[in-house]
């Protein structure tokens, strides 16, 4: 197990090398000068303009640059933005809040996803179950910039103009943990409704199989052979879908975030990408594809718990 | 009765009289598809009684695993539909018994073991676990207690080393252990009744043989009634007391086992014994009965053999031949069986 895991990590390391210069390149690639961007309107003196071309190593060829942006990663130094600010510097909480609110979301996702999937598995073909499927196709249509703003307008100010009731707050964080309810909502929309098919599938599939006619023929009740028999098996390949959707969410919360101001890294990499600010860019990805990562490895390990067939050595 | 945890759980109807222990009494199945009603078991009759093995034999889709669940009560209901007949246990019909009352029997008077014991068996639970439920979930039996009994029962279906695995997974057991596991949970509160639902099929031929007598042991230690059902012939000759074979939803002939081999009164029966490779042949072209399984949507009309007989004249078209009595004891729905019979022990 524990070598298993010292594998697992190393064979990460391809992966963030191979991402980050990808992305480093595709970054590289797009048209415009930085440096230039810099001046907005106005043209920049000259002097300035090549003394920080070379202080930036933008004369040198993409895989010495890369070279240097690895190197200085290694030894915990993101860099520092054109504008001279420390990259580090703009993480800042913002990492904080995005995780959190994909949390929130993910949450919501497994709460409300494999109930309602469980819920319209145990009822199928009957009326329930085809509302179930009718929701969760209204959910994949509806694009989050429609239900943030819905939600936002109904939640957050026609229910406190109309019943007094002010509990979700729908801008900011300055609500703590309350802050992230609407937007974990919106923001796990989608994904709710592919989880919740996702289980509905699962379950319908298990109670098919054999092992469950035995257990019926064991004489046990439906209750134990759905909660004891039947659950544990149908949960395994949601594990996987959930672990995967970490990453998503919190590659996907930009939009989220911007609806309800959330000062999160979505509205960074927005920003940088916008001001052409590479290093901001290449870091915040390279944080994300290692969120990614392990989320990958913890959903494998808990796979091994669940199926004993799954063995590590 | 030999087992006292059931005692209370007596049948009002519950009798010594002349009531076999476990009849079927003209059973019929349907099940409701897209493609029009299939009628898989139609007015199937059979019984046992206590220390005896009755062979349920026929070709798959001959119905014989369904009237199987049907005792059972496991049959998924819908799609299934039972709109006649009755299953007798200690003479009380199963079947419009309450839930609750039925669910006393299953698992525990009446039990089954199937196929194949991989997929039968739950994957993420120890063998413990799962043999050990019985006693727990049925008598309330502790932890502790319930996996010491796993043990005995794992140690009497012959698992070796059965203290140290215990606590395996089925995956990491043989199909002949798996199969054995399903025994030692299905025999864990001594069943009056075991059916065994195709129980060598996914075994070697040495296993096979090991797993029949492991079943005819434990059945003449605990006196069960036996319900073999398989389309292998050559299993069950040693084992059985009596055969059913089954075509097409029906019972076409019924026969001890010894009458039965030894000179079959229905055609199909008389095809599927010579169908069994025999050694004193070897180098021969092995028989096989032309034709195909009935299609279970579109029955041929009058007997549902006709259209792969031998001995099919006119009116066997047209009349469904009843269960002619041959015997006693003996059954044949065919209505040329004295031909047949004649036949056979030339």
């Known amino acids: ?313 | 009765m030999k087992n006292p945890s059931v005692d209370t759980h007596l049948l009002p109807a519950e009798r010594a009289g002349d009531e076999p222990l476990l009849a079927v009494d003209n059973l019929h199945v349907e099940f409701q598809t897209r493609q029009g009603v299939v009628r898989a078991v139609n007015g199937v009759s059979y019984s046992v009684d206590a220390g005896e093995t009755l062979a349920v034999l026929g070709e798959s889709g001959s119905g014989k695993s369904v009237t199987a669940q049907a005792i059972m009560g496991i049959l998924d209901m819908p799609p299934a539909r039972i709109p006649k007949g009755e299953v007798r246990f200690h003479g009380t019909d199963l079947l419009t018994m309450p839930d609750d009352a039925r669910g006393q029997i299953r698992g525990r008077r009446i039990a089954m073991i199937f196929q194949d014991a991989l997929s039968a068996l739950n994957p993420v639970f120890t063998v413990g676990w799962q043999i050990g439920e019985m006693f727990r979930v049925h008598q309330g039996m502790s932890k502790r207690d319930a996996r010491r009994k796993a043990v005995e029962l794992m140690d009497r279906v012959r698992i070796p080393g059965a203290k140290s695995r215990v606590d395996d997974f089925p995956h990491q057991f043989s199909g002949g252990m798996r199969q054995r596991i399903m025994i030692a949970m299905a025999i864990a509160l001594d069943p009056e009744i075991l059916i065994a639902d195709e129980p060598t099929t996914a075994l070697d031929v040495t296993v096979q043989a090991q797993i029949m007598g492991l079943l005819a042991e434990l059945q003449q230690e605990s006196d069960m009634g036996l319900i073999l059902i398989t389309h292998d012939l050559g299993v069950v000759a040693d084992v059985a007391d009596k055969i059913a074979v089954m075509y097409g939803g029906r019972i076409v002939e019924n026969a001890s086992v010894f009458d039965g081999y030894r000179a079959p009164a229905h055609p199909y029966t008389k095809g599927l014994l010579e169908s069994i490779p025999r050694v004193d042949l070897k180098g021969q072209e092995l028989y096989a009965i032309k034709g195909m399984p009935p299609n279970l949507l579109d029955m041929p009309t009058g007997c549902a053999f006709h259209p792969r007989c031998p001995y099919r004249k006119e009116n066997c078209v047209t009349d469904a031949p009843p269960l002619y009595t041959v015997s006693d004891t003996r059954g044949s729905a065919c209505h040329y069986w004295r031909e047949v019979l004649d036949d056979g022990s030339n």
């Open chain 1, 1 to 313: 197990m524990g070598r298993y895991v010292i594998r697992r990590l190393l064979q990460a390391i391809p992966v963030l090398v191979g991402t980050t210069f990808l992305l480093f390149a595709t970054v590289y690639a797009l048209p415009g000068d930085p440096i230039a961007a810099l001046g907005g309107d106005r043209r920049l003196d000259p002097q300035l303009v090549s003394r920080m071309r070379e202080q930036f190593h933008l004369n040198d060829p993409l895989l010495v640059q890369y070279w240097y942006y690895i190197r200085d990663i290694l030894s915990g130094d993101f860099g520092t933005t054109f504008r001279g600010v420390p990259v580090s510097s703009l993480f800042e909480g913002k990492f904080q809040v995005t995780f959190q609110l994909a949390i929130t979301a993910l949450v919501f996702e497994a709460i409300i996803g494999v109930g309602l999937g469980l819920w319209a598995a145990l009822r199928r073909g009957r009326w329930q179950d085809q509302a179930v499927l009718a929701v969760t196709l209204l959910l994949v249509s509806i694009p989050t910039l429609v239900s943030g703003f819905v939600l936002q307008l109904v939640l957050g100010v026609k229910l406190k103009q109309n019943t007094g009731v002010d509990f979700f707050p729908v801008a900011g964080i300055q609500d703590g943990m309350r802050s992230y309810i609407v937007p974990g909502l919106v923001l796990a929309g989608l994904s709710i409704a592919y989880l919740t098919r996702l289980t509905r599938t699962s379950l319908m599939e298990t109670l098919r199989a054999d092992y469950i006619r035995t257990a019926v023929a064991k004489g046990m009740s439906r209750r134990r052979v759905l909660g004891r028999h039947a659950l544990r098996n149908s949960l395994i390949p949601l594990i996987t879908y959930l672990g995967a959707d970490l990453g998503t969410l919190m590659g996907g919360a930009i939009i989220t975030e911007t609806i309800f101001n959330l000062p999160g890294i979505g509205q960074q990499l927005f920003q940088s990408v916008y001001l052409r600010e590479n290093a901001v860019v290449v870091g915040i990805v390279t944080v994300l594809v290692l969120v990614y990562v392990l989320a990958n490895l913890i959903v494998d390990l808990l796979y091994a718990v669940l199926d004993p067939r799954i063995r590590y050595e």
